[in-house]
């Protein structure tokens, strides 16, 4: 049988190491490699730094002890420094020199490489790379615990100099990091650089952070979409296994707010004939994203702070609390800061949500990425309908001048230019888009925009949304005095978060003057008189 011969790299140098049960721990492994009896070590060259001569007897010794009958030979590294990427080419040579003039009796020898924590993993990347490049005769040998409970039963696992192998699995490491590029991405080649870089490290945090994250943008730039692909992508990983809960939280208002985040009890209030899970349980080791959180009351923040720090909260009628781990998303078209400087959003929750925050770009910064993301949209359609969908070569060129043009506003962003080719396919003849309806879309938006343009801001924006959101027509039948009152008054409410805050801001003078301060009943009163009530005068954040 052919006599084992093992190499091992550099040991530690004596300033790495503590004391002397610390430098035993660094070569332990080459202890124990060679006291396996099915294993049995006939040499053992060892490469050594100068600065290891306090404890080359030390190692000797333990080395002996395991296994008298192996011959043990100190190769010197003859080096000024130890290895490092700016002396690459001097540990190179030195390594290469060595084994140039070593004998390899590869008829009555079998030689291995034994890699373990013990080595110096600069020298260790050297050698493996010379087995490799060099096509060295050795193996690589590494050490396995039979029975992890249990010290002294090992093995030795070969790997028989299969660096490809390890090669192979760097690629498809590198090729699994390209699939997540493109999978938050949706495929879409992107050509703005600084978009390209932000979505590399989006995926870098996504990958490696399970802390919450905050998309800001317009709307319409990407940010529920992201926030999905990052929960695909995570689900990939094992990084989660629960669902993926969206909440628009411009929409959680009321009396019924509380039980759509944290649930309720049956029986908690008029109507709770069974009890509700709520959308936070929900979410449970998944992913809860919180859209447009900007939008949440001061109330409702206060309690989902609690709920994102501590993972557990108290359902609307309940006595003890639940727990739910979530990962957390959001996002907002509101710039958050200045929303906490005006007292509508918490300066504890900002900070909570905000640890990694990544600002999405609107469509008229990219215009790189105009033309990716129509090609995207055509395939998507084609997908849908069944009906394949593309551009004439001219109308093509006549549609990307314009959506790049200083005309083209697209105050949607993407979503803008989703509904603009999604027309445009409506219109064509079995789904090739013609010039013909190129110029009656771009027409049909220079119009809507300018007509956007010309009538700007409503003299009384929240009184137009009254009219426009809640179909309360209040502007034509009132005064221009009352109007400029309950304008302001709407803005204050809008803007205080609570009742209370409102009414001392509303009635600061005249409440000094009576017996009683109750500012909200004063208010509510005031809101009735024009049908309006306070949860209503809210959902106009």
Not at 163 to 180: A, T
Not at 355 to 369: T, Y
Not at 482 to 506: F, H, N, P, Y
Not at 512 to 540: E, F, H, I, P
């Amino acid at each position: 049988m052919p006599k084992k011969i093992v190499i091992f790299s550099t040991i530690p140098r004596d300033h790495d190491v503590s004391d002397e049960l610390d430098r035993r721990s660094k070569w332990k492994p080459l202890v124990e490699l060679i006291r396996i009896q099915d294993f049995p070590v006939a040499r053992l060259y060892c490469f050594i730094n100068p600065s290891h001569i306090k404890h080359i007897e030390l190692l000797y010794n333990d080395l002996k002890q395991a296994a008298s009958g192996t011959e043990i030979i100190f190769v010197p590294v003859t080096m000024e420094s130890d290895f490092s990427s700016e002396r690459i080419k001097e540990a190179y040579t030195f390594f290469s020199d060595y084994f140039d003039n070593f004998i390899f009796d590869t008829a009555r020898e079998d030689y291995y490489f034994h890699f373990s924590p013990g080595n110096k993993f600069s020298h260790a990347f050297m050698l493996t790379m010379l087995i490799n490049i060099r096509n060295i005769p050795c193996k690589i040998v590494h050490l396995r615990s039979n029975d992890p409970e249990h010290s002294g039963k090992y093995h030795a696992e070969l790997y028989e100099c299969k660096i490809n192998r390890w090669v192979s699995e760097i690629g498809k490491l590198e090729r699994d990091n390209s699939d997540s590029l493109e999978l938050l991405k949706s495929s879409i080649k992107t050509r703005n650089p600084a978009f390209n870089t932000l979505i590399e490290n989006i995926e870098h945090v996504a990958r490696h952070s399970a802390a919450p994250i905050l998309f800001s943008g317009p709307t319409g730039s990407g940010k529920s979409q992201l926030a999905k692909r990052i929960y695909e992508l995570r689900v990939r990983r094992g990084m989660v296994s629960g669902p993926f809960v969206s909440i628009n939280c411009a929409t959680v208002r009321g009396d019924n707010a509380m039980s759509t985040l944290f649930g309720h009890v049956k029986g908690s209030f008029t109507g709770a004939q069974a009890s509700r899970k709520g959308l936070l349980r929900t979410a449970h080791e998944g992913i809860l994203f919180l859209d447009e959180v900007g939008e949440l009351s001061l109330d409702m923040q206060d309690m989902m702070l609690k709920a994102i720090e501590e993972k557990c909260f108290i359902p609307f009628g309940a006595d003890e609390e639940v727990s739910s781990s979530f990962q957390l998303i959001c996002a907002s078209n509101r710039d958050l800061r200045e929303e906490m400087r005006r007292g509508r959003f918490r300066l504890d929750l900002l900070a909570r949500i905000n640890l990694w925050h990544f600002r999405l770009p609107a469509l008229r910064e990219r215009p790189e990425d105009i033309e990716p993301n129509i090609d995207f949209e055509l395939r998507r359609l084609t997908a849908e309908k069944g009906l394949f969908a593309d551009f004439l070569p001219s109308a093509r060129k006549k549609y990307l001048d314009f959506a790049v043009s200083k005309d083209a506003v697209w105050p949607g962003n993407f979503r803008s230019l989703a509904g603009s080719v999604e027309r445009m396919l409506t219109y064509s003849f079995q789904g090739v888009i013609d010039d013909a309806v190129v110029e009656r879309e771009t027409a049909m938006l220079r119009r809507a925009w300018r007509e956007d343009e010309e009538k700007g801001s409503p003299a009384f924006p929240l009184l137009a949304r009254l009219k426009d959101e809640h179909g309360i027509e209040l502007a034509d039948s009132m005064d221009l005095f009352d109007k400029i009152q309950l304008e302001q008054v709407l803005e204050i409410c809008r803007d205080s978060g609570t009742r209370s805050l409102a009414g001392r801001r509303l009635f600061a003078i005249s409440r000094a003057k009576k017996k009683s301060n109750d500012d909200t009943a004063r208010l509510n009163k005031y809101l009735k008189s024009y049908g309006l009530d306070w949860d209503l005068v809210q959902a106009l954040r």
